[in-house]
Structures are given as structure tokens and as C-alpha cells.
């Protein structure tokens, strides 16, 4: 029987970044994994599909509706090859995930294929094409997370679909019904109204993404409307039924009124829950909560010390970054190290077009706290680079300290904000000041002028460029 320092059961983004850690720290590692590809639902039908769908569409949408603007002039009829779109889509997942592989070899990391499973707390059956056995030190639970339904749905998988299989529809649907209205079911339905299919988004709460500032939601929804995308929110849904190829989603609005949607295609996009289906975890007494979740403590240690557990599986947003800082928190951890993560600063996007990007407190949670803020917002349409490039949509809100002037939140929409949002993130981590960042020279012209110009109104004094 193999014997190892550490072993990962799982190798999405949690899983195989705590593994690169772990060897490079000197610890002899494992990683187990029941599919044949290493990366997890982020690499292979989660974050990576999805953002490639989303550019390719991206690129259409530009050529249809906004080259001739730019002077540029296609002849004849442009039209979608969805097949090839979506085997370009899995070249992208092919490339990423043999790079994985290619990151174990490179730190002589013992891959696993199989579905790993507790014996006791320091040995893991590993049931593949052969059933084997491997005894480890600690071992690190990172078995992410699946999509969620409703208890009255019947996933047939064909019509009535998850994430999973909308990345890989055999046609563009005539009339796609998304159920939820959270970044997932946001980000594929644009992908397919994009491609020409009628997009209904129906979502139980009140407005969408509603885990982020109620000005996202806002300005979100205004955008995405503008681009043909129709909203039904405070729509709670009470069935979805199925004859033949059109499906029938029944709900019940906020004044208690009936509504039915008809479609092709239904996405149920409601969530997703901690995977932990086949893990044995009572054979080495680790915890599960009634939610699924596997319950740690700050160091992400279970009930049994020495079994740690990361990312969908445990409490907190389910984002792939979020896992990757936690499995190197248990990698240096284990090596004696004092990590740290500030659970505060990881931030959020939504990466639709416009995107969206936030960090830190939103304004709902500094009033329900209670603490006196100050905020800055500054619009995208002020920017001769928002002009210069059409993308016009979106702002900037920075909140802050109303006494101290330290920065709270950051809040944004707009062009490339899920790569803006990183100042953001450095400057709360070094605990700046609304003023710290007025200051701060930024590049013209650039989306990110927009951050300095709300900061600018952040502090009292008005923006430049308003």
C-alpha cells in the first residue's frame, strides 16, 4: 500500500492547487479523481466552458450588431455553427485540463482515477477501473459541488436542463427559459440570446444576482434587457412539465397571479450543494451538517484532526478562487506556516456583458450593520475609453468609512471589470483610504479611471469627469 503525506480527494480548483502546494512544500502528495479529466467542474463544464461560449458569442453579437458602426463591412450573411462553436469550446477545456496534468507530473504528484472513498480517517479506497488502497497522514476533502433543482422538477437532462448540459445543446434554442437568476443561469442565457434564442429569466427574489449591491442588480437588468433578455422576478415557480419537445414552467407572481412560460429548452439554475455522495465520510467520523456541508474550523480542519476539507464543500461562496486560497491555506498550514485569508476580500463576478465585479461590504449590509458609510459612484458613459470602445454601460461605487475613510466596498459594472475588480481587492487588503486611491495616477484613457473618479466622490470632492 502507498503511503503519502497528504492526499486530495478531488481536483478541481481546490483540490489540485492544494496539491501544488503541498509538493512544493516537500510533502509527499496524492490526488484522486473520479473522472478522467483532472480539474474539477470548473475546468471541464463550469468557469472554462462557459467563459469560452461566452466570447465566441461575444465575437458574433460584435459582428452583427456593432461592426458596421466601426466601418467595417461583412458581405453576404453572417451566420452561428454551434457545433463548431462548441467543439472550440472543448478544445479550450482539453488544453486547460492537460495542463493540470501536466502541473502533477511537473511536481511529481501521484495521480488517482477513481472514486475515492474513506476506509477509516488515514486510508482511501480508490474504486476505477481497479480498487486500490492508500493509506495518507492528513487528507484534504475537496469534492466541490453539483447544481441544485427543485424538488418538483425532473432534470431530464435533454430539455430540461443544468449548466452541465447547456454547454453543450445540439441547437440553439427557439425560447430558453432560465430559472434563477444568479450569475450561472445570467451567463448561459446570454450566451444563447446572443445566438438568437428568446430568453425568459424567472427568479423567485426580488431582483437578480441578489447576493450583490442592489445597484448591480439594477443596472445589470437594465442592460441585459436592452439586449433582448426579459426578466420575471418575485416569480416563484411551482412546476416544470415536459410533452415532447415543449416545456411548460408554471409560477406565481407577487400579487399571487398565475403565470406560464413555454418553451423549448428550460435551465434550472437555482444553486448548486456541497458533493459528498459516495465519500464514506462517517467511516472516519468527519462531520456533515444538514445543509451538506462538511464543518471546519478557521484552519479547515473537521472534527478529525487530520482531515482538512476546502472550497463547495464546506461554508462560504462556492467560487473556484475561494477554494484555490484555501487549499494552499492547508498546504502551508500542515507545513507549520501561519496563512491567513480574508474571507471579506474574495471577490465576486458575474461574467456576463457588461460584467460585474464586487468586493467587500454592499450597501444593504453596511445599513443592516449599521455603519456609517460614504459613497461614490461614477458612470462608465464618462470615460472617452467606455466611448472609444462602445461599451458604455456600468459604474463604479466605492464605499467607504464615513469616519475613517478606509474603503468598505467596491462595487462595479461594466468592461473588463472582472479584471478591474483586483485594485479593488489591494487596496482593502492594505486597508486604503477613499483618498488613497483618489490619488493614485491612473492610465488615460482606461476603464480604470473610472475606480480613481469614484473615489473622487467617495472623499466629498467631485469627480473630474462629471
Known sequence: MNTYDVAIIGSGPGGYIAAIRCAQLGMKTAIIEKYNTLGGTCLNVGCIPS???????????????????????????????????????????????KGVEFLMNKNKIDVFTGMGSFIDATHIEIKGDKTESIEAKNIIVATGSKPSTLPFINLDKERIITSTEALKLPEIPKHLIVIGGGAIGLEIGQVYRRLGAEVSVVEFMDRIIPTMDSAQSKELMKAMKKQGVKFYVSHKVSAVERKKNEITVTATDKKDKQ????????????????????????????????????????????????????????????????????????????????????????????????????????EEELKEAGVAYKAGQFPMRAL?????????DGFVKILSDAATDEVLGVHMV?????????????????????????????????????????ALAATGNRPLHI
Open 51 to 97: 467563459k469560452a461560449l461566452l466570447d465566441s458569442s461575444h465575437h458574433y453579437e460584435d459582428v452583427v450588431k456593432h461592426f458596421e458602426g466601426h466601418g467595417i463591412e461583412i458581405p453576404g450573411e453572417v451566420k452561428v455553427n454551434l457545433k463548431k462553436m462548441i467543439e472550440r469550446k472543448q478544445d479550450v477545456v482539453d488544453m486547460t485540463t
Open 259 to 362: 403565470v406560464t412560460f413555454t418553451g423549448d429548452y428550460c435551465l434550472v439554475s437555482v444553486g448548486r450543494h456541497p458533493y459528498t455522495d459516495g465519500l464514506n465520510a462517517e467511516n472516519a467520523g468527519v462531520k456533515i451538517t444538514e445543509r451538506g456541508q462538511i464543518e471546519v474550523n478557521d484552519q479547515l480542519q473537521t472534527n478529525i484532526a487530520n482531515i482538512y476539507a476546502i472550497g463547495d464543500v464546506i461554508r462560504g461562496a462556492m467560487l473556484a478562487h475561494k477554494a484555490g486560497e484555501e487549499g494552499v491555506l492547508v498546504a502551508e498550514y500542515l507545513a507549520g506556516q501561519k496563512p491567513h485569508i480574508d474571507y471579506n476580500l474574495i471577490p465576486g463576478v458575474v461574467y456576463t456583458w457588461p460584467e460585474v465585479a464586487s468586493v467587500g461590504k454592499t
Open 384 to 392: 472617452g475609453r467606455s466611448r472609444a470602445s462602445g461599451d458604455t
Open 414 to 454: 461594466g468592461a473588463r471589470v472582472a479584471d478591474l475588480i483586483s485594485e479593488a481587492v489591494v487596496a482593502m487588503e492594505f486597508r486604503a483610504s477613499a483618498e488613497d486611491i483618489a490619488r493614485m495616477s491612473h492610465a488615460h484613457p482606461t476603464y480604470a479611471e473610472a475606480v480613481k473618479e469614484a
